[in-house]
């Protein structure tokens, strides 16, 4: 049932309009979902935030996206149900807390495991809410009733559950190998957890002699000199004609005097350095790998602290890698085996929350057996069960899955998923189970002890999609919810979580966990570069809420989104949305003002004008497009056409079409039918634009009174077939096109935009466009400021002294004798022919220049090809003028 439409205020103010609704829809639960077999489901995982972050601009998109899908699946009649969550970071969280603990003087290992995990837990309790907090001033429609957290009871079961059933099929193993490591943190990293970042370093040259005592050598390459001392082989390229004699040959590794031989390996790349690679398998992953396959030995000289450990000599032994660095630096220098060193930029690794650089470290780590789960990721994603959109990212997606490794799930850190795995100290038995064991399954000793590890933060989120939903019980939800409709996530993680998730849907759910995924690009400042707190160029999404509000932010970030490119923001940009939204709230408040007496068993049978069929004809079409935009994550042109359809089809032309039969000019009947339609127009925008906009457009939904309930439980707008809409959109792009040309020709007059014109001529093409345009005199009228208009017959004469334009529909003629300086005109006209000459004549040239063709990309061509028409389109007008006035 519909309310009293009431007034709206003078100036829109989002702060107190989104707090009011927000609280709303919070106190209503509009966004719960339960199951419901009547209803398709429509479901949506959270990428969960870390419980340490704060809201950032790639929060903001990514769940701006998901929240336009919601909302839209919610009015077209889907159950919708948005998960949210957090993760619980298990690097990022301890950092906090160990920083904390450091300001009172202390360190975990002062408190002891238990009372520092009580300590984390504490802090999650405190600050742990903070991002979802943030992501709610964002608008975001989340069933918050169902809310998890990686580590909470039922996740933390099923993690159990996972790293159980792994194990017992042999897929979970513990073994050694070359990891990212933290000398800082004391931790094995993730790839995502290592940022590479290019800096300045040096080659250093270095001569290995010839074991036999024959004079000469070869040399070797290296950027870290301290691993010199791990070396246990050189390889070369097998197809390496330059370095070929050496393969089979004996060298001595300098400082050590190890005897190593030369050996061919696929690996090595035969451009870089000197083509000779040195291999120390416990320091470099790509040596581990050689290693592997070559039986080679494995030394290890620098420890988990990063320092030099026994087996590098007792010149070395407790030196820092890099103070070593500089001492082996010195010594191969002394020893005439530094042949030279050349200045090298490359990428280092370094770890993520304090910056250390990272250590290839070979550990004994546990591992998940990736290749056989991977093969059945990769056919789900070709035979099309799951759809990655954009579909460039399939094949990086295949890429990494065909080649991927073994995955390192074991984080030397206290807070997190404790491995549930006891070895017995009586007999080395490993006791794996999802309860605590009180014994040793195989002596039933009693002396057995957890391992200190816990597990890989991303082991856990790849459960998210099912363990959420009450996995391993056989959960109502679990049985309706899932697969998972839609995922919206960022490239940067597709290996890292996505992969994951499909691989452990597939193995524990027999089915994948979503139907598609969408991958969103990165959101860059206005210049390209990647926002960063170093660079100066971050723009805080929550500053521009405090600022615009959340619907001016997730407007932009809407119709700046196409799919596979990345957003290129600002702060003006947002302005611009900001500006938008002012536009609606006049428009609506127009409409409000001029329809408050409307009732509608006063219209009776419609009187339609040509403007009034024209705007429901584009609106339907807007419905139709805008509906199968969003049905493709079409994010950015839905809101874009919504943006152009509102400025200028209903604020630039509509409204002001309709002025004087709102005004009463044109009759009581006019009136009402002018309002009937304005109404159902404004009825069908609002609806369209709430999924991208809901704040605004639930107050404006309430102010016009169009029921009583929420946005969320209206239906979506239906598309209407009107059978007029062809007739009503060629006459009206003729009146825009008539309108336009004579603003255009009032704006090469230099005329005020209020100043009225005394006279203007047409002369219209057919007898049937030229009684449509004469029917609709006033309006052109209205819309040019002139007072009187002339129609010219076919072989009328057309009048001197004034500025014309020829378009499709005939030409127009603005009458300019008295109101402006003839003779000035004529000098100006000149001059801008000139101009325009000077303009053509160069396009010409660089069209002529073949060296331009075959080198310009095409766009540019294709810019300058457009720049000559428009010019020379320019230039008959000009020429026509000047006949004119002369």
């Known amino acids: 049932m519909a309310q009293k439409a009431r007034e709206i205020g003078k100036s829109y103010d989002p702060m107190p309009l989104e707090d009011k609704w927000y609280e709303r829809w919070l106190e209503s639960g509009i966004f719960h979902s339960e199951p419901d077999d009547k209803r398709n489901p429509f479901c949506i995982v959270i990428p969960p935030p870390n419980v340490t972050g704060s809201l950032h601009m790639g929060h903001a998109l990514n769940n701006t996206l998901q929240d336009i899908s919601c909302r839209y699946k919610r009015m077209a009649g889907y159950n919708v149900m948005w998960l949210p969550g957090t993760d619980h970071a298990g690097i990022a969280t301890q950092n906090v807390v160990e920083r904390k603990l450091q300001e009172e003087g202390k360190t975990r290992h002062d408190l002891g495991r238990d009372v520092f995990v009580q300590r984390v837990w504490e802090w999650k309790e405190e600050y742990g809410s903070r991002i979802i907090n943030q992501l709610k001033k964002l608008g975001a429609s989340c069933d918050w009733e169902r809310e998890r957290f990686t580590m909470d009871e039922g996740l933390s079961r099923a993690v159990r559950a996972v790293f159980v059933r792994l194990y017992k099929e042999g897929l979970i193993y513990k073994g050694k190998y070359i990891i990212n490591w933290c000398p800082r943190c004391h931790t094995a990293l993730s790839d995502l957890e290592v940022e590479h970042t290019p800096k300045k370093g040096k080659l250093y040259h270095v001569l290995y002699p010839f074991a036999d005592g024959s004079e000469g050598g070869v040399v070797v390459a290296t950027t870290r000199p301290e691993t010199i001392l791990g070396d246990v082989a050189i390889a070369v390229h097998p197809r390496d004609e330059r370095n070929a004699a050496y393969i089979g040959k004996k060298v001595v590794v300098p400082l050590c005097n190890r005897v190593i031989s030369i050996i061919e390996d696929n690996m090595v790349d035969p451009e870089f350095g000197t083509g000779l690679v040195k291999i120390t398998p416990a320091h470099d992953p790509n040596d581990f790998l050689v290693g592997q396959r070559h039986n080679l030995p494995q030394i290890q000289v620098i420890d988990e602290n990063g320092k030099m450990n026994e087996e590098a000599g007792s010149a070395f032994v407790g030196l820092d890698r890099f103070e070593a ?11 005439g085996l530094l042949v030279e060193v050349v200045e090298h930029e490359h990428s280092v690794g370094t770890c993520y929350r304090c910056g250390t650089v990272i250590e290839p470290y070979l550990s004994e780590q546990w591992f998940v057996r990736t290749k056989p789960l991977a093969e059945e ?3 789900v994603v070709k035979e099309g069960k799951i759809k990655i959109i954009p579909g460039q990212w399939e094949n990086t997606y295949y890429q990494w899955m065909e080649n991927i490794r073994d995955w390192c799930i074991s984080r030397q850190l206290w807070w997190g998923h404790r491995i549930p795995a006891w070895t017995c100290s009586d007999c080395g038995h490993v006791t794996v189970s999802e309860e605590d064991p009180t014994c040793c399954e195989k002596c039933q000793s009693e002396n057995i002890s957890q391992d200190e590890d816990v597990l890989d933060t991303w082991f856990s989120s790849a459960l998210w999609p099912f363990s959420t939903l009450g996995w391993p019980e056989e959960t109502d939800d679990l049985k309706y919810y899932y697969p998972t409709s839609l995922l919206v996530t960022g490239f940067d993680i597709l290996f890292f979580w996505v992969a994951r998730m499909i691989m452990m849907g597939l193995k524990f759910m027999n089915d994948v966990p979503f139907r598609h995924v969408y991958i969103h690009a990165l959101v860059r400042d206005e210049h390209g570069q990647k926002m960063s707190k170093s660079k100066g160029n971050v723009i805080d999404p929550l500053e521009i809420i405090n600022v615009h509000g959340a619907d001016a932010l997730r407007m932009t970030l809407a119709a700046l989104t196409v799919q596979g490119r990345d957003i290129y923001l600002s702060k003006e940009r947002i302005e611009t949305y900001r500006h938008f939204l002012n536009k609606i709230w006049n428009a609506a408040r127009f409409a409000l003002m001029n329809t408050a007496d409307f009732q509608e068993d006063h219209v009776g049978d419609l009187a339609l004008r040509v403007h009034d069929t024209w705007i429901k004809s584009k609106l339907s079409k807007v419905i139709k497009n805008v509906t199968e935009y969003l049905e493709g994550y079409y994010y950015g042109e839905a809101a874009r056409l919504l943006y152009d359809f509102v400025w200028s089809d209903l604020c630039d032309w509509y409204l002001e079409m309709a002025k ?38 639930e107050e404006l939904w309430h102010a016009f009174g169009f029921s009583n309930q929420f946005l969320e439980k209206e239906d979506w707008p239906v598309a209407q077939d009107l059978v007029e809409e062809q007739d009503a959109e060629k006459n009206m792009n003729t009146l825009q096109n008539i309108v336009r040309d004579i603003r255009n020709l ?11 014109v005394p006279e203007c001529y047409l002369f219209v093409k057919g007898s049937k466009d030229l009684q449509f345009v004469k029917e609709n005199e006033d309006i052109i009228k209205l819309l040019t400021k002139v007072e009187n208009i002339k129609f010219i017959e076919q072989d009328g004469s057309k009048p001197s002294k004034a500025l014309a334009s020829v378009s499709d529909y005939g030409e127009a003629f603005l009458v300019v004798d008295g109101i402006i300086d003839i003779e000035e005109e004529i000098k100006r006209l000149e001059k801008e022919k000139s101009s325009v000459l000077e303009a053509i004549k160069k396009s010409e040239n660089k069209l002529s220049n073949e060296k331009f063709l075959a080198n310009a990309p095409d766009e540019i061509v294709e810019k300058e090809k457009k720049r000559l028409e428009d010019n020379k389109e320019k230039l008959k007008r000009i020429e026509m003028n000047l006949e004119r006035f002369r």
């Open 325 to 335: 660095r500089e001492k082996i630096v010195e010594m191969l220098k002394d020893a």
């Open 746 to 756: 009032r704006a090469e007059a230099r005329l005020a935009p209020q100043e009225k």
């Open 660 to 697: 004087p039969a709102l005004r009463g000019d044109e009759g009581e009947h006019r009136r009402r039918t002018t309002q009937k339609v304005l109404l159902d127009v404004f009825r069908d925008v609002i609806k369209l634009l709430h999924p991208f906009i809901p704040f605004v457009t």
């Open 377 to 379: 990721g990769i056919k």
